[in-house]
């Protein structure tokens, strides 16, 4: 109880003083931005600050931050510690100076300030690993909330193929909600998708207080504050890669530089950028708790899949008509992050190869080409028993993966800008250990190599990446300056 209560006084008062000293680095001021230079009617089109926070928020905040923690909680109340100092230091600051990058940058994607600010070989592996990543997202997001639909709210078989009818009209929305200018579609229907957000969330946080919930914030068969995981897993690496979102994502970057396309002042940065991800790894401490009550209680043992507790917890703490909202919240939330995934895959992918974007056949039929892998990778996971567990993974691992691109960008242009870059590079430098020795010790989606040595090659890789990310910077910094010059 203790440690979910200090977790809370470190998200909110650490994020308060921290996002000032991220502000003060970025030096953000009254230039104008490239909603207002830029304005297209399509995707550079100005939006209100309360509309631009609460868009940003459903972008990044899909069924990772509370399917993560669900499953991350299993590694003890040291998550009610590790979630809000990962959100404050890494997240929130990763998606602040991700955002306001773009914005410098006419609200360029990803992949051209990889290229500028680390080198455009560097730009060829990110294309590969964000595409890869982008399909993940958009086919775990389909598959998530068809299936709580099916589930929780029609009480039907997920496994039967009526699924894929459900599967089909998400499928609809997203095609409909990439191609419509960003406005009209995901502008005004965000709004009311909010609502259940914010709803589910604070009422589960309320009934935490009530009934003696509070003194279930830890296991009586366990001891400490880090807890033996019931099926072996290792908390370093993958308590990290089980909670991605809620800590850190490296897909945020890619809803970051989207949003930066429809803020009229950088004045708004710090709240839609920060105190988003701020309000995301609340939401996962509440979903952490919300499971640990649960678990601890007997209402559900620890094998219960991560999907079938958020019935659980919904149901307990809200009741049926609070549950029935809770879960809706819950639906809510990877639909608004899939449109957006796909909506920000068309235009890395249209500004990668200058196609133009003006005209909605275009836009189209760009989007059907898109969508055609993500079907095909979702009916592979529907059809394989450990389909949705193998996507799940790599989704964690990739999403992870293509974060430590955008640090490096953020430490190049700080360190370009003559401001502190350790505050973008020492994230960078953990998670390129924590993928590394994922993917090199992890023996389902890994090469399962024993781990200590897993450990020791991933510090290795670790050395590299801090010494490649600033040789990188200053050699581009060298670049940038004499294109300047000249």
């Given at each position: 109880m203790v440690l979910f209560f200090v977790g809370l006084i470190i998200l909110f008062l650490g994020g308060y003083f921290y996002s000032k000293y991220v502000e003060s680095q970025l030096e953000i001021d009254d230039r104008p931005t490239p909603a207002v230079t830029k304005a297209d009617g399509i995707d550079f089109v100005v939006?209100?600050?309360?509309?631009?926070?609460?868009?940003?928020?459903?972008?990044?905040?899909?069924?990772?931050?509370?399917?993560?923690?669900?499953?991350?909680?299993?590694?003890?109340?040291?998550?009610?510690?590790?979630?809000?100092?990962?959100?404050?230091?890494?997240?929130?600051?990763?998606?602040?100076?991700?955002?306001?990058?773009?914005?410098?940058?006419?609200?360029?994607?990803?992949?051209?300030?990889?290229?500028?600010?680390?080198?455009?070989?560097?730009?060829k592996v990110y294309n590969v690993v964000m595409g890869i990543l982008l399909l993940l997202v958009g086919a775990v997001f389909v598959y998530t909330p068809g299936d709580l639909i099916a589930n929780d709210l029609l009480g039907l078989d997920p496994a039967s193929n009526q699924i894929f009818i459900i599967y089909a009209v998400i499928f609809i929305y997203y095609l409909i909600s990439t191609v419509m200018p960003i406005d009209q579609i995901i502008g005004r229907i965000y709004p009311i998708f909010g609502i259940f957000l914010l709803v589910s969330a604070l009422g589960i946080f309320i009934k935490l207080f009530f009934d003696g919930n509070l003194n279930y914030l830890t296991m009586a068969d366990q001891q400490g504050i880090l807890y033996a995981h019931p099926r072996g897993q290792r908390f370093i690496p993958a308590f990290f890669i089980t909670v991605a979102c809620g800590i850190m994502s490296g897909f945020h970057a890619t809803q970051s530089t989207l949003i930066s396309r429809t803020i009229p002042t950088?004045?708004?940065?710090?709240?839609?950028?920060?105190?988003?991800?701020?309000?995301?790894?609340?939401?996962?401490?509440?979903?952490?708790?919300?499971?640990?009550?649960?678990?601890?209680?007997?209402?559900?043992?620890?094998?219960?899949?991560?999907?079938?507790?958020?019935?659980?917890?919904?149901?307990?703490?809200?009741?049926?008509?609070?549950?029935?909202?809770?879960?809706?919240?819950?639906?809510?939330?990877?639909?608004?992050?899939?449109?957006?995934a796909f909506r920000s895959l068309r235009l890395i992918v249209s500004e990668e190869f200058n196609i133009d974007q003006k005209t909605s056949s275009k836009r189209l039929g760009l989007a059907v080409v898109l969508f055609i892998p993500a079907i095909l990778l979702l009916?592979?996971?529907?059809?394989?028993?450990?389909?949705?567990?193998?996507?799940?993974?790599?989704?964690?691992?990739?999403?992870?993966?293509?974060?430590?691109?955008?640090?490096?960008?953020?430490?190049?242009?700080?360190?370009?800008?003559?401001?502190?870059?350790?505050?973008?590079?020492?994230?960078?430098?953990?998670?390129?250990?924590?993928?590394?020795?994922?993917i090199l010790y992890d023996p389902a989606v890994g090469f399962g190599i024993s781990y200590n040595i897993a450990l020791i090659i991933a510090a290795i890789l670790t050395a590299l990446y801090g010494y490649g990310t600033i040789r990188a910077s200053k050699n581009n910094g060298d670049r940038i300056a004499s294109i300047i010059l000249e």
């Open positions: 939006m209100p600050k309360w509309k631009n926070w609460l868009v940003n928020l459903l972008n990044i905040a899909g069924t990772g931050p509370i399917l993560g923690p669900i499953q991350g909680i299993l590694f003890g109340p040291i998550a009610f510690i590790t979630i809000p100092i990962g959100c404050v230091l890494a997240g929130a600051t990763h998606d602040f100076i991700v955002g306001t990058i773009s914005m410098r940058n006419g609200g360029a994607q990803i992949p051209r300030l990889v290229g500028k600010y680390i080198g455009n070989g560097t730009r950088e004045r708004d940065n710090k709240l839609v950028f920060y105190s988003g991800m701020i309000t995301e790894g609340f939401i996962a401490m509440i979903w952490a708790a919300g499971a640990m009550v649960i678990f601890s209680r007997g209402i559900a043992p620890t094998d219960t899949p991560a999907t079938l507790m958020v019935g659980q917890i919904s149901k307990y703490f809200m009741g049926n008509i609070g549950g029935l909202l809770a879960i809706i919240g819950v639906v809510v939330l990877p639909i608004t992050t899939g449109d957006t009916v592979w996971a529907k059809s394989d028993a450990d389909g949705f567990n193998m996507i799940w993974r790599y989704f964690g691992f990739m999403n992870q993966l293509v974060g430590i691109f955008a640090l490096a960008v953020a430490t190049s242009y700080l360190m370009n800008n003559g401001k502190n870059y350790l505050i973008a590079l020492i994230p960078g430098i953990f998670y390129t250990f924590i993928v590394s020795s994922f």
